[in-house]
């Protein structure tokens, strides 16, 4: 078992930064695979971010450039730092963990991200 919690969002303007943090406990082998998914009204619940624990990571194509993963494996933590935000970047945005990029297995509350123009 995997309990995600994470911090951070809130209300920017466009072109701004946000730093989201996620700290995990619990089983070592739920949390190989850490990342950040997103979902916004009326669209589908999409990647954002993910990083294993020996720092692979992936990006979504939106989001390259402008946003970087990273975690701190001692203190089981993942992080996003989100920069140059954009509208379209507004969305609940998940923490999730796994025993692999393949499995999705837990999922933290969301924290809410608005980027206003």
């Known amino acids: 078992q995997v309990q995600l919690a994470e911090s951070g969002g809130g209300l920017v303007q466009a072109g701004g930064s946000l730093r989201l943090s996620c700290a995990a406990s619990?089983?070592?082998?739920?949390?190989?695979?850490m990342g950040w998914h997103r979902q916004a009204p009326g669209k589908q619940r999409e990647l954002v971010a993910a990083?294993?624990?020996?720092?692979?990571?992936n990006y979504a194509d939106s989001v390259k450039g402008r946003f970087t993963i990273s975690r701190d494996n001692a203190k089981n933590t993942v992080y996003l730092q989100m920069n140059s935000l954009l509208p379209e970047d507004t969305a609940v945005y998940y923490c999730?963990?796994?025993?692999?990029?393949?499995?999705?297995?837990?999922w933290g509350q969301g924290t809410q991200v608005t980027v206003s123009s």
């Open positions: 999730t963990s796994g025993p692999n990029f393949n499995i999705d297995r837990y």
């Open positions: 619990g089983s070592i082998f739920g949390t190989n695979a």
């Open positions: 990083i294993s624990r020996g720092g692979t990571t």
